[in-house]
């Protein structure tokens, strides 16, 4: 039994290189905006709040991305006996439904809450994303690299 737990750091590099890495190097990619960008008003400055809503954008769609994820870890988890950490969200895990239900309304809220923010202060928008985005990476890789172990342990 001891064997497991000394791998279980290195699937957790593995979970982080095999989800976490793909998915912010698509985040980069998405929210690259293009150089040289017109000025804007006549003003000798380049248009950043193109570039500014680009990055949101694909902070929004990473973040749906990973409560997809999240989604289909925590269901899978009941398949190697795993139990749900928050238990808030603990009632719903026994319906498929009432998880992605839960998790479209929570990426729904966060995305309001994020354009309400965005009105008042552009870049708090951007960190708030950021960092729910960087939590629910970690989240994400955690799951799954539980799910290895206990994969592992049952062979």
């Known amino acids: ?3 497991p737990l000394k791998a279980l750091p290195r699937m957790r590099a593995r979970a982080i290189f095999r989800i976490v890495i793909p998915l912010l190097i698509c ?5 690259t905006p293009a150089f ?3 000025p804007v ?3 000798d400055q380049p248009a950043r709040a193109p570039i500014q809503r680009a990055a949101l954008t694909s ?3 990473s ?5 997809g994820l999240d989604a289909h870890s925590t269901l899978r988890a009941a398949e190697f006996g795993g139990l749900e950490g928050n238990p808030i969200f603990g009632g719903v895990v026994g319906s498929p439904a009432a998880v992605v239900a839960t998790k479209a309304a929570v990426t729904a809220g ?3 809450a ?11 928008a951007i960190a708030m994303m950021v960092a729910l985005n960087s939590t629910y990476g970690a989240i994400v890789a955690h799951n799954y690299a539980v799910e290895a172990a206990a994969g592992r342990m049952r062979r």
């Open 1 to 3: 039994m001891a064997q």
């Open 27 to 31: 985040l980069a990619l998405m929210g």
């Open 36 to 38: 040289g960008a017109p």
């Open 41 to 43: 008003d006549g003003d």
């Open 59 to 61: 902070l929004y769609i």
């Open 63 to 67: 973040f749906a991305t990973l409560q």
């Open 110 to 112: 966060v995305v309001f």
């Open 114 to 124: 994020s354009e309400r923010i965005w009105k008042r202060n552009k870049v708090a």
